[in-house]
Structures are given as structure tokens and as C-alpha cells.
């Protein structure tokens, strides 16, 4: 998988190029250590990782607050975390 990121950690949603035919799972619960996709370790924590297949080589804004109602894309719902106070320093929810 040759997805890579395109800006700084600091922003709550991930921006990704995706490949055509290419299934990513992205993780719900935050712990994933190759987040925002899922690990080993997401299905004993529970996880509702969500699948993704690209049909089309593009740029795509994962969510990273797990707020989203659009899994797994971000549809701007950290924004809300944020004015409502829930966002923590590190542009993390402080709850989960
Ligand atoms: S990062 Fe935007 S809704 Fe989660």
C-alpha cells in the first residue's frame, strides 16, 4: 500500500491518496498504531473498523476524531468537538 499523507499530524482528519482498487479499514477506535487504519490489535479492543475500497486514485480526508457519522471520512464533525470544548491540545477528542 503505497497511501501517504499529504499534511501535518496536528490536523484532526487524515488527508490520504488512495489507489484504485484498493481496500483500506479504517479504525474507530483511535489505538491503532498505523492509524487511521486499522492494526492487529483493533478486533480485541473491539473495534468497529469500517472498509473502504478506492475506486479511483484520489485524495480522500479520513476521519481522525472518530465524531464522523460518515465513516470513515471526515464530514466535519471535529469542528464541533472543537467549539463544544471535547478537542484536546493535541487536536484529539478528549474522550473516545
Ligand atoms: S476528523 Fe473530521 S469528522 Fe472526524
Do not use: I
Amino acid at each position: 500500500m503505497s497511501t501517504f499523507k499529504l499534511q501535518p499530524p496536528e490536523k484532526p482528519y487524515y488527508l490520504m491518496v488512495v489507489e484504485p482498487g484498493t481496500t483500506y479499514v479504517w479504525c474507530s477506535c483511535g489505538k491503532s498504531a498505523d492509524f487511521p487504519f486499522a492494526d492487529n490489535g483493533c478486533k480485541a479492543r473491539g473495534c468497529k473498523c469500517t472498509e473502504y475500497t478506492a475506486t479511483e486514485a484520489k485524495e480522500v480526508f479520513f476521519c481522525g476524531c472518530g465524531a464522523t457519522k460518515d465513516a470513515p471520512h471526515c464530514d466535519g464533525m471535529h469542528k464541533e468537538l472543537r467549539v463544544n470544548g471535547l478537542m484536546g491540545p493535541d487536536n484529539r477528542p478528549l474522550k473516545r
